[in-house]
T-cell receptor, first 112, second 116 residues
Framework: QKEVEQNSGPLSVPEGAIASLNCTYS??????FFWYRQYSGKSPELIMF????GDKEDGRFTAQLNKASQYVSLLIRDSQPSDSATYLC????????????FGAGTRLAVHP | EAEVAQSPRYKITEKSQAVAFWCDPI?????LYWYRQILGQGPELLVQ????????DSQLPKDRFSAERLKGVDSTLKIQPAELGDSAMYLC??????????????FGPGTRLTVL
Protein backbone atom coordinates (compact mmCIF):
# COMPACT_ATOMS: atom_id res chain seq x y z
CA GLN A 1 0.00 0.00 0.00
CA LYS A 2 1.57 3.27 -1.15
CA GLU A 3 1.47 5.88 1.58
CA VAL A 4 1.96 9.58 2.11
CA GLU A 5 2.57 10.69 5.67
CA GLN A 6 2.05 14.12 7.16
CA ASN A 7 2.00 15.41 10.70
CA SER A 8 -1.64 16.26 11.41
CA GLY A 9 -0.76 19.29 13.52
CA PRO A 10 -1.99 21.77 14.35
CA LEU A 11 1.15 23.67 13.53
CA SER A 12 0.86 27.05 15.21
CA VAL A 13 3.07 29.94 14.08
CA PRO A 14 2.96 33.68 14.74
CA GLU A 15 2.15 36.08 11.95
CA GLY A 16 5.26 36.93 9.93
CA ALA A 17 7.10 33.71 10.80
CA ILE A 18 8.11 30.87 8.50
CA ALA A 19 5.85 27.83 8.53
CA SER A 20 7.48 24.51 7.61
CA LEU A 21 5.28 21.62 6.49
CA ASN A 22 6.69 18.18 5.87
CA CYS A 23 5.68 15.07 3.97
CA THR A 24 7.22 11.63 3.42
CA TYR A 25 6.15 9.07 0.84
CA SER A 26 6.69 5.39 0.29
CA UNK A 27 6.61 5.03 -3.53
CA UNK A 28 10.27 5.33 -4.52
CA UNK A 29 9.36 5.66 -8.19
CA UNK A 30 7.16 8.73 -7.78
CA UNK A 31 8.08 11.64 -10.05
CA UNK A 32 5.52 14.35 -9.27
CA PHE A 33 4.68 16.07 -6.03
CA PHE A 34 1.96 18.58 -5.25
CA TRP A 35 0.89 20.82 -2.40
CA TYR A 36 -2.77 21.73 -2.06
CA ARG A 37 -4.32 24.13 0.43
CA GLN A 38 -7.78 23.35 1.79
CA TYR A 39 -9.83 25.75 3.84
CA SER A 40 -12.41 24.25 6.16
CA GLY A 41 -15.42 23.03 4.20
CA LYS A 42 -13.85 23.89 0.85
CA SER A 43 -12.15 21.89 -1.87
CA PRO A 44 -8.37 21.57 -2.33
CA GLU A 45 -6.65 24.39 -4.16
CA LEU A 46 -3.31 23.81 -5.91
CA ILE A 47 -0.44 25.83 -4.46
CA MET A 48 2.64 24.33 -6.05
CA PHE A 49 4.07 21.31 -7.80
CA UNK A 50 7.66 20.10 -7.94
CA UNK A 51 9.25 17.38 -10.05
CA UNK A 52 13.02 17.77 -9.56
CA UNK A 53 15.23 17.52 -6.53
CA GLY A 54 15.97 20.83 -4.87
CA ASP A 55 13.96 23.95 -4.19
CA LYS A 56 11.24 25.66 -6.17
CA GLU A 57 10.06 29.12 -5.16
CA ASP A 58 6.77 30.85 -5.97
CA GLY A 59 6.16 34.07 -4.10
CA ARG A 60 6.05 33.34 -0.38
CA PHE A 61 6.03 29.58 -0.99
CA THR A 62 9.02 27.29 -1.45
CA ALA A 63 8.70 23.60 -2.15
CA GLN A 64 11.65 21.33 -1.42
CA LEU A 65 12.13 17.82 -2.76
CA ASN A 66 14.63 15.12 -1.79
CA LYS A 67 13.86 11.94 -3.71
CA ALA A 68 16.67 9.98 -2.06
CA SER A 69 15.10 10.61 1.34
CA GLN A 70 11.54 10.41 -0.07
CA TYR A 71 10.77 13.74 1.52
CA VAL A 72 8.88 16.82 0.38
CA SER A 73 8.39 20.04 2.28
CA LEU A 74 6.61 23.35 1.90
CA LEU A 75 7.89 26.56 3.43
CA ILE A 76 5.61 29.55 3.81
CA ARG A 77 7.46 32.79 4.46
CA ASP A 78 5.88 35.81 6.15
CA SER A 79 2.91 33.69 7.27
CA GLN A 80 -0.43 35.47 7.34
CA PRO A 81 -3.64 34.61 9.23
CA SER A 82 -5.18 33.94 5.80
CA ASP A 83 -2.70 31.06 5.40
CA SER A 84 -4.49 29.20 8.18
CA ALA A 85 -5.78 26.06 6.49
CA THR A 86 -5.01 22.38 6.01
CA TYR A 87 -2.15 21.66 3.63
CA LEU A 88 -2.35 18.43 1.66
CA CYS A 89 0.70 16.74 0.20
CA UNK A 90 -0.05 14.65 -2.89
CA UNK A 91 2.33 12.28 -4.64
CA UNK A 92 1.97 10.96 -8.17
CA UNK A 93 1.96 7.18 -8.26
CA UNK A 94 4.77 5.68 -10.33
CA UNK A 95 2.41 3.30 -12.10
CA UNK A 96 -0.90 3.95 -13.76
CA UNK A 97 -2.57 7.05 -15.06
CA UNK A 98 -1.34 10.01 -13.05
CA UNK A 99 -2.99 8.73 -9.87
CA UNK A 100 -2.37 10.95 -6.84
CA UNK A 101 -1.95 9.60 -3.34
CA PHE A 102 -2.84 12.22 -0.73
CA GLY A 103 -1.65 12.59 2.81
CA ALA A 104 -4.17 13.38 5.53
CA GLY A 105 -2.96 16.96 5.68
CA THR A 106 -1.33 19.26 8.21
CA ARG A 107 -3.47 21.92 9.84
CA LEU A 108 -1.69 25.27 10.01
CA ALA A 109 -2.81 28.04 12.37
CA VAL A 110 -1.24 31.47 11.98
CA HIS A 111 -2.00 33.70 14.94
CA PRO A 112 -1.73 37.51 14.93
CA GLU B 1 -10.64 31.41 -15.25
CA ALA B 2 -12.04 27.99 -16.18
CA GLU B 3 -13.29 25.89 -13.29
CA VAL B 4 -14.62 22.44 -12.56
CA ALA B 5 -18.36 22.61 -11.86
CA GLN B 6 -20.18 20.29 -9.47
CA SER B 7 -23.75 19.96 -8.29
CA PRO B 8 -25.39 19.81 -5.90
CA ARG B 9 -23.12 21.50 -3.36
CA TYR B 10 -24.92 19.84 -0.45
CA LYS B 11 -27.06 16.74 -0.25
CA ILE B 12 -28.85 15.23 2.72
CA THR B 13 -30.41 11.82 2.27
CA GLU B 14 -31.62 8.90 4.30
CA LYS B 15 -29.85 5.58 4.27
CA SER B 16 -30.99 3.18 1.57
CA GLN B 17 -31.91 6.06 -0.75
CA ALA B 18 -30.19 6.74 -4.06
CA VAL B 19 -28.09 9.84 -4.65
CA ALA B 20 -26.35 11.24 -7.70
CA PHE B 21 -23.65 13.84 -8.17
CA TRP B 22 -22.76 15.69 -11.35
CA CYS B 23 -19.43 17.09 -12.54
CA ASP B 24 -18.45 19.20 -15.55
CA PRO B 25 -14.66 19.36 -15.98
CA ILE B 26 -12.61 22.23 -17.32
CA UNK B 27 -13.17 22.50 -21.06
CA UNK B 28 -10.64 20.46 -22.99
CA UNK B 29 -9.59 18.31 -20.06
CA UNK B 30 -9.51 14.68 -21.11
CA UNK B 31 -9.22 13.20 -17.66
CA LEU B 32 -11.82 13.32 -14.92
CA TYR B 33 -11.44 12.05 -11.37
CA TRP B 34 -13.93 11.38 -8.57
CA TYR B 35 -12.55 11.46 -5.04
CA ARG B 36 -14.11 10.87 -1.64
CA GLN B 37 -12.80 12.80 1.34
CA ILE B 38 -13.83 11.74 4.81
CA LEU B 39 -13.47 14.42 7.49
CA GLY B 40 -9.91 14.55 8.77
CA GLN B 41 -8.49 12.50 5.89
CA GLY B 42 -7.03 13.24 2.50
CA PRO B 43 -8.99 12.68 -0.72
CA GLU B 44 -9.12 9.09 -1.93
CA LEU B 45 -9.55 8.31 -5.61
CA LEU B 46 -12.76 6.44 -6.40
CA VAL B 47 -12.68 6.42 -10.20
CA GLN B 48 -10.67 7.95 -13.03
CA UNK B 49 -11.86 8.46 -16.60
CA UNK B 50 -9.71 9.00 -19.63
CA UNK B 51 -12.21 10.52 -22.08
CA UNK B 52 -15.19 8.15 -21.74
CA UNK B 53 -13.23 5.13 -20.52
CA UNK B 54 -12.63 4.08 -16.93
CA UNK B 55 -8.89 3.64 -16.34
CA UNK B 56 -8.93 3.16 -12.56
CA ASP B 57 -11.85 2.14 -10.36
CA SER B 58 -9.93 -0.07 -7.97
CA GLN B 59 -11.25 1.77 -4.88
CA LEU B 60 -14.84 2.17 -6.08
CA PRO B 61 -17.32 0.09 -4.02
CA LYS B 62 -18.95 -1.38 -7.08
CA ASP B 63 -21.80 -3.04 -5.21
CA ARG B 64 -23.32 0.38 -4.54
CA PHE B 65 -21.37 3.00 -6.51
CA SER B 66 -21.43 3.60 -10.23
CA ALA B 67 -19.92 6.28 -12.43
CA GLU B 68 -20.27 7.21 -16.05
CA ARG B 69 -18.91 9.73 -18.51
CA LEU B 70 -20.87 8.82 -21.60
CA LYS B 71 -19.68 11.49 -24.05
CA GLY B 72 -16.30 12.06 -22.51
CA VAL B 73 -17.28 15.43 -21.06
CA ASP B 74 -19.43 15.63 -17.94
CA SER B 75 -19.83 12.79 -15.48
CA THR B 76 -22.27 11.39 -12.93
CA LEU B 77 -21.44 9.46 -9.77
CA LYS B 78 -24.27 7.48 -8.21
CA ILE B 79 -24.69 5.73 -4.88
CA GLN B 80 -27.49 3.22 -4.42
CA PRO B 81 -28.29 2.49 -1.67
CA ALA B 82 -26.58 5.09 0.47
CA GLU B 83 -25.15 3.99 3.81
CA LEU B 84 -24.26 6.00 6.90
CA GLY B 85 -20.56 5.54 6.16
CA ASP B 86 -20.94 7.29 2.82
CA SER B 87 -21.19 10.66 4.54
CA ALA B 88 -18.24 12.60 3.12
CA MET B 89 -17.19 15.27 0.66
CA TYR B 90 -17.26 14.03 -2.94
CA LEU B 91 -14.75 15.88 -5.06
CA CYS B 92 -14.42 15.99 -8.81
CA UNK B 93 -11.15 16.98 -10.46
CA UNK B 94 -9.91 17.22 -14.01
CA UNK B 95 -6.58 17.37 -15.81
CA UNK B 96 -5.50 17.93 -19.36
CA UNK B 97 -4.12 14.55 -20.32
CA UNK B 98 -4.09 12.17 -17.35
CA UNK B 99 -0.70 10.91 -18.39
CA UNK B 100 2.83 12.01 -17.69
CA UNK B 101 4.20 13.24 -14.42
CA UNK B 102 3.54 16.91 -15.17
CA UNK B 103 -0.23 16.71 -15.48
CA UNK B 104 -1.96 18.79 -12.81
CA UNK B 105 -5.35 18.08 -11.27
CA UNK B 106 -7.79 20.90 -10.53
CA PHE B 107 -10.67 20.38 -8.13
CA GLY B 108 -14.28 21.46 -8.22
CA PRO B 109 -16.08 22.85 -5.13
CA GLY B 110 -17.25 19.40 -4.03
CA THR B 111 -20.55 17.94 -2.86
CA ARG B 112 -21.03 17.48 0.87
CA LEU B 113 -23.14 14.35 1.43
CA THR B 114 -24.83 13.62 4.73
CA VAL B 115 -26.57 10.27 5.13
CA LEU B 116 -29.06 10.07 8.02
Amino acid sequence: QKEVEQNSGPLSVPEGAIASLNCTYSDRGSQSFFWYRQYSGKSPELIMFIYSNGDKEDGRFTAQLNKASQYVSLLIRDSQPSDSATYLCAVGESSGYNKLIFGAGTRLAVHP
Amino acid sequence: EAEVAQSPRYKITEKSQAVAFWCDPISGHATLYWYRQILGQGPELLVQFQDESVVDDSQLPKDRFSAERLKGVDSTLKIQPAELGDSAMYLCASSITGTGSTDTQYFGPGTRLTVL
